[in-house]
T-cell receptor, first 114, second 111 residues
Framework: EAEVAQSPRYKITEKSQAVAFWCDPISGHATLYWYRQILGQGPELLVQFQDESVVDDSQLPKDRFSAERLKGVDSTLKIQPAELGDSAMYLC????????????FGPGTRLTVT | GQNIDQPTEMTATEGAIVQINCTYQTSGFNGLFWYQQHAGEAPTFLSYNVLDGLEEKGRFSSFLSRSKGYSYLLLKELQMKDSASYLCAVSRYNQGGKLIFGQGTELSVKP
């Protein structure tokens, strides 16, 4: 069964350092999402791509976060510099189309900023 | 804006039935989703409701009332492996596939 791949699974970094997360969606899925989930809360959308284009990045802290999906396949989310409040699970999800009702989530990257 | 409310935690007994409620207030409501998330793992899709009524899928059922802004997830014949967080999420017509999640309900199933 096809799955969304993410790496690394865990990342510990010091504040002010740069971190990057990678996501490979299910083959053929045009829509890719990055969510952030703080412990005890539901996921919150950071950025949504349709192919290589950003559809929604209204909740992305653009002063420190950036995301790209250059060839419309895999994607990278970067934080520079990391802050203590960035400690969270970063989830990548993909769906066949924007309005597709089922989003498939990857295993996530657990980020701890010290 | 939007607001999604669900209980923070619930406890139930193995073999029993439990109902997890979700209320929402949002403009442009399109559909409501339920996801299951085990600790430290990714959410997995359970159900999707866009029309009023009950959708049944094995031991899990989901209900939606659009006029009342209300949904519930019903879990029957509870098993220990059902201990997890259950996330209610809504989508809106003018926001593509973006999901807005509630905080999740932590369900503990006891023997």
């Amino acid at each position: 069964e096809a799955e969304v791949a993410q790496s690394p699974r865990y990342k510990i970094t010091e504040k002010s350092q740069a971190v990057a997360f990678w996501c490979d969606p299910i083959s053929g899925h045009a829509t890719l999402y990055w969510y952030r989930q703080i412990l005890g809360q539901g996921p919150e959308l950071l950025v949504q791509f349709q192919d290589e284009s950003v559809v929604d990045d209204s909740q992305l802290p653009k002063d420190r976060f950036s995301a790209e999906r250059l060839k419309g396949v895999d994607s990278t989310l970067k934080i520079q510099p990391a802050e203590l409040g960035d400690s969270a699970m970063y989830l990548c999800a993909s769906s066949l189309e924007q309005i597709s009702y089922e989003q498939y989530f990857g295993p996530g990257t657990r980020l701890t900023v010290t | 804006g939007q607001n999604i409310d669900q209980p923070t935690e619930m406890t139930a007994t193995e073999g029993a039935i439990v109902q997890i409620n979700c209320t929402y207030q949002t403009s442009g409501f399109n559909g409501l989703f339920w996801y299951q998330q085990h600790a430290g793992e990714a959410p997995t899709f359970l159900s999707y409701n866009v029309l009023d009524g009950l959708e049944e899928k094995g031991r899990f059922s989901s209900f939606l009332s659009r006029s009342k802004g209300y949904s519930y997830l019903l879990l029957k014949e509870l098993q220990m492996k059902d201990s997890a967080s259950y996330l209610c999420a809504v989508s809106r017509y003018n926001q593509g596939g973006k999901l807005i999640f509630g905080q999740g309900t932590e369900l503990s199933v006891k023997p």
